[in-house]
């Protein structure tokens, strides 16, 4: 995927905002550096001229490593997988204040055990395609089911479309497409499936795009998104 320095530098803007990060956070590496992810963890604190940990590829199989990490290094803002999260206590790390997570469904549970004590926790949505994350939910109090993936992000626009890329109304389940900022160029060395997957956006801007995702999703009342799973299974 072809992902342009301005796609990055909005996707940083936007979260440094969402988030309040400053130069005293300490973020924690723990995704590769071929994983999207790794922007965020990187450049979220370089760019903002705070610290980050970066775990070693022992320390991230290794849970009680990693239980140490966050509560030695005084880690503030985590993006872990939400499987990674079971398996650790949030009340050991009273300075944690920002949860990103994303990549897969997760609990009601695991929900509103890092929602609690003042902890910011993000759900976040986003393909590579659109650089890393394009529509996230803050999650606060108590969650009996996996929360909604929300709305999308600054700069951005979200649309449920039939088969026909009609926009749905919010009882509909669709293809979930996105369009704005964060858009990538495109596949390397793929024009036929650029095409395919990247569509003029007839809802945006002249001459703006809209990626399609292949995701299923649904508006909720309030105007959140709902993950509905994949158009291929």
Not at 9 to 33: H, K, P, V
Not at 123 to 148: D, F, L, M
Not at 152 to 175: F, I, T
Not at 204 to 221: E, F, H, I, K
């Amino acid at each position: 995927v072809l992902v342009e320095h301005r796609n990055v530098t909005n996707f940083i803007r936007t979260t440094q905002e969402m988030f309040g990060l400053t130069a005293d956070d300490r973020f924690l590496a723990f995704a590769s550096t071929g994983f999207d992810v790794s922007v965020f963890e990187l450049f979220g604190a370089l760019l903002t001229g705070a610290s980050v940990y970066l775990a070693d590829e022992d320390q991230r199989r290794d849970i009680s490593a990693l239980d140490r990490i966050l509560a030695d290094q005084r880690i503030t803002v985590i993006d872990l997988p939400p499987a990674i999260m079971d398996l650790l206590t949030p009340e050991n790390y009273p300075e944690l204040r920002v949860c990103f997570v994303g990549g897969e469904a997760f609990s009601g549970e695991l929900t509103t055990r890092w929602a609690a004590g003042g902890r910011a926790f993000w759900n976040g949505y986003g393909p590579t395609e659109t650089t890393v994350t394009v529509i996230a939910k803050r999650c606060e109090g108590t969650w009996h089911a996996s929360p909604p993936i929300g709305r999308a992000m600054r700069n951005h626009r979200a649309y449920v479309l039939d088969e026909k890329l009609d926009l749905l109304p919010p009882s509909a389940c669709g293809q979930l497409a996105v369009a704005g900022a964060g858009l990538g160029r495109g596949y390397l060395g793929r024009p036929d499936q650029t095409a395919e997957r990247f569509r003029p956006d007839p809802y945006g801007p002249p001459g703006s795009r809209m990626y399609l995702t292949g995701d299923l999703a649904g508006w909720q009342s309030d105007g959140d998104l709902v993950f509905r799973g994949r158009i291929d299974r």
